[in-house]
Structure formats: structure tokens, C-alpha cells
């Protein structure tokens, strides 16, 4: 946080720089580590300059916003040439009443070349992606590691549900053929077929 950002009402997320131990004192909702001041929870600056002491006030509950590191399901929209954005409903094995969206862009896909988001999904896909970053309020996934992808895509032509094939993804209803960037448990999660689980 720099000088002409210090001022109250500022959202923060935990571990974000508050300040340093020499100009103020550590108070709720945040903790100090090496000197410097973190935020521990999401929520507001509040800067008490009589005191010189800096808080924060929770404003949403923590494991409902993701964080870096967070593993987070969400429907492809806005899929272009480099970049998708994923309207993420679920964090980790929770399920969000709001919803967060995020952006993929090409370079975090996958550790080889992917020169085309269309080869690693679709409008409407269900991904798995990671948070690395939510600076600037920006959220920004990468499906780069191997348990992450695509979960559940559908077919381009016809909308029917792909299944994987040689190298790609297969229409079993029209035989158009296509590529993802596919989760290893693709067409294991049942989020889209919604109330359709017997028990
Ligand atoms: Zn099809």
C-alpha cells in the first residue's frame, strides 16, 4: 500500500500490506508479521490517526471470496481468441449465492503452446481453474496445473454433452469433433445436471 493510498474504506483481503510497525499499531482483523502489517480477514480499512492504529472490518465472510490459491468451478462466457471469462459459482467444495467472475488468459492454460482459447474451452464450459492473482479486485485462473480444466463442455454444433476422445473431445450425437483443455475427471461432476441425483 503506498503513501497516498492510506486512507480508510479501502477493501482489502487477507495479506494485503496495511503498513509497517513504525507508523502504526496492529489493530482488529489484522496481524504483523517481519514488521509489516497484513490485513487477516476481507473487509475495510479503518485508519485511526489519533492512535495511529490500523483495522479492518469484515465486510463478507472469508471463505466465500476467492483468494489466491483458491480452487474455484465456473461456466465459461466471453470466450475469445486469448482470453474467457468464468463466471465462478463455487469455491473450493462451496457453493456461492453471488457470483464472482474471473479471467483466464491464454498464457496460464497449460505448461505447453496453446496458441487459441477455443482449444481450451467454450461458452458454457464448466471449468475447474486456480486464483493467482485478485489484484485490483481482478480475479485472475489459470487451468495450468493438471487437475484443473475443463469438467463438462458441450458440443459446439448440436449442444449435446462431449465425451473424450483421441486427442479431443467427441459429439456422440453428431460426430463434430473438438478440443478442451480437459480436467483428468471430465464428465464426473454432476454440477450441471442439477436435481437430476437420486437420494
Ligand atoms: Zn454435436
Redesign the pocket.
Known amino acids: 500500500m503506498t503513501e497516498s493510498e492510506r486512507k480508510s474504506g479501502l477493501f482489502v483481503i487477507p495479506g494485503d500490506r496495511l503498513g509497517v510497525i513504525e507508523e502504526f499499531t496492529s489493530g482488529p482483523g489484522t496481524y504483523v508479521e517481519d514488521g509489516i502489517i497484513h490485513a487477516q480477514v476481507t473487509g475495510r480499512t479503518l485508519l485511526d490517526m489519533l492512535n495511529r492504529q490500523v483495522s479492518v472490518y469484515p465486510i463478507v465472510e472469508a471463505a466465500t471470496v476467492p483468494q489466491v490459491g483458491s480452487v474455484v468451478t465456473g461456466m465459461a462466457t466471453d470466450v475469445r481468441n486469448k482470453n474467457a471469462i468464468l463466471h465462478i459459482f463455487k469455491i473450493g467444495d462451496k457453493n456461492l449465492s453471488g457470483a464472482f467472475k474471473g479471467a483466464l488468459h491464454i498464457s496460464g492454460v497449460s505448461h505447453g503452446y496453446v496458441d487459441n482459447m477455443y482449444d481450451v474451452c467454450k461458452s458454457g464450459d464448466i471449468v475447474r481453474a486456480k486464483v493467482i492473482s485478485t489484484a485490483n479486485r481482478s480475479i485472475f485462473l489459470s487451468t495450468v496445473d493438471k487437475d484443473l480444466g475443463v469438467l463438462q463442455a458441450l ?1 459446439s ?4 454433452l462431449l465425451e473424450p476422445a483421441n486427442r479431443g473431445m467427441n ?1 456422440p ?4 469433433f473438438e478440443r478442451r483443455k480437459m480436467a483428468p475427471d471430465y464428465g464426473k461432476d454432476k454440477t450441471r445436471e442439477g436435481e437430476g441425483n437420486e437420494n
Open positions: 458440443c454444433m448440436c449442444g449435446n459429439c450425437n453428431c460426430g463434430n
